[in-house]
């Protein structure tokens, strides 16, 4: 049976330094520079990446019609603010 791979290469170019600080966290961790610059990408992904993929997640939902119309939506805040249910 055959291993699925669960990772791709990539190659890039990283300024010098950048790769050296890539490679001298990865030594005082005793870490591969792999590791480190995976866990960079993941942080990556998980903040600025995430509002990126959010927004295009948003684009997809208008381009789809999936929207609440704003005057719609004033009127259920002023009603719930009211005491009157939505």
């Not at 170019?13 to 590791?35: F, K, Q």
Request: net charge negative.
């Amino acid at each position: 049976m055959a291993r699925s791979q669960t990772s791709d290469s990539v190659t890039l170019r990283v300024p010098s330094d950048v790769l050296a600080s890539i490679e001298a966290i990865a030594e005082a961790t005793d870490r591969s520079r792999s590791y480190i610059i995976v866990r960079a990408l993941k942080t990556y992904l998980l903040n600025e990446g995430a509002e990126v993929l959010s927004q295009m997640r948003g684009r997809d939902q208008i381009a789809a019609g999936d929207v609440e119309d704003i005057d719609d939506l004033i009127a259920d805040v002023d009603r719930i603010a009211a005491g009157h249910a939505a």
